[in-house]
């Protein structure tokens, strides 16, 4: 069944390269979202070109940079964190470009990693409401032995303005990580 979702959403989003008025623009998003998890990288430079020309229009830039967070194949998935780094990405995209690949089961363990690497040079791009939606982001993770690293990591990084958010989320994590120890056996 999967299978056949994913194959429906390879032809329309084929259609809608072409004209996008063949898809339904409440479902545009989801039908280049579905396509670009079995993407490979021909489809990836699609969704980036697609990107790149819709400077004119927000929501398409938007919606095909988000999309590339979906992609599953592990260099994919690292050229996406690394396009969160560069100039091409604006500030307020980079945080839900990280959260769009940090809530993925393919994605997330690479983007903490990556996130973890280049937290200070992340922190210094992102002004602290961004930092913030970052901060959300990791909350995220909520499995362990993951979600004690993003508490362990988180608290000594609090300033002024995330210590709130990091309290938060902190928290969260261990509540929601205690859940999901309790849970799982029965799943």
Do not use: C
């Given at each position: 069944?999967?299978?056949?979702?994913?194959?429906?959403?390879?032809?329309?989003?084929?259609?809608?390269?072409?004209?996008?008025?063949?898809?339904?623009?409440?479902?545009?998003?989801?039908?280049?979202?579905?396509?670009?998890?079995?993407?490979?990288?021909?489809?990836y430079e699609r969704y980036l070109e697609r990107?790149?020309?819709?400077?004119?229009?927000?929501?398409?830039?938007?919606?095909?940079?988000?999309?590339?967070?979906?992609?599953?194949?592990?260099?994919?998935?690292?050229?996406?964190?690394?396009?969160?780094?560069?100039?091409?990405?604006?500030?307020?995209?980079?945080?839900?470009?990280?959260?769009?690949?940090?809530?993925?089961?393919?994605?997330?363990?690479?983007?903490?990693?990556?996130?973890?690497?280049?937290?200070?040079?992340?922190?210094?791009?992102?002004?602290?409401?961004?930092?913030?939606?970052?901060?959300?982001?990791?909350?995220?993770?909520?499995?362990?032995?993951?979600?004690?690293?993003?508490?362990?990591?988180?608290?000594?990084?609090?300033?002024?303005?995330?210590?709130?958010?990091?309290?938060?989320?902190?928290?969260?994590?261990?509540?929601?990580?205690?859940?999901?120890?309790?849970?799982?056996?029965?799943?």
């Amino acid at each position: 069944r999967v299978d056949v979702v994913r194959a429906e959403a390879r032809r329309r989003l084929e259609l809608y390269l072409i004209d996008r008025a063949s898809v339904d623009a409440n479902l545009a998003s989801v039908v280049v979202g579905l396509a670009a998890r079995d993407g490979d990288g021909a489809l990836y430079e699609r969704y980036l070109e697609r990107k790149r020309s819709a400077a004119t229009d927000p929501e398409e830039e938007q919606r095909f940079l988000l999309a590339l967070a979906a992609f599953e194949v592990p260099d994919l998935i690292q050229r996406t964190l690394d396009l969160a780094l560069g100039t091409e990405v604006r500030s307020q995209d980079r945080t839900f470009l990280l959260a769009g690949l940090l809530g993925r089961r393919s994605s997330r363990l690479a983007a903490w990693d990556f996130i973890r690497a280049h937290w200070d040079h992340l922190a210094k791009l992102m002004d602290p409401m961004l930092l913030q939606n970052l901060i959300r982001g990791l909350g995220q993770l909520t499995f362990e032995p993951v979600a004690t690293q993003v508490r362990e990591f988180l608290l000594p990084r609090a300033t002024e303005e995330t210590s709130e958010t990091i309290a938060q989320v902190t928290e969260h994590l261990a509540i929601d990580a205690a859940a999901v120890a309790r849970l799982q056996p029965a799943l």
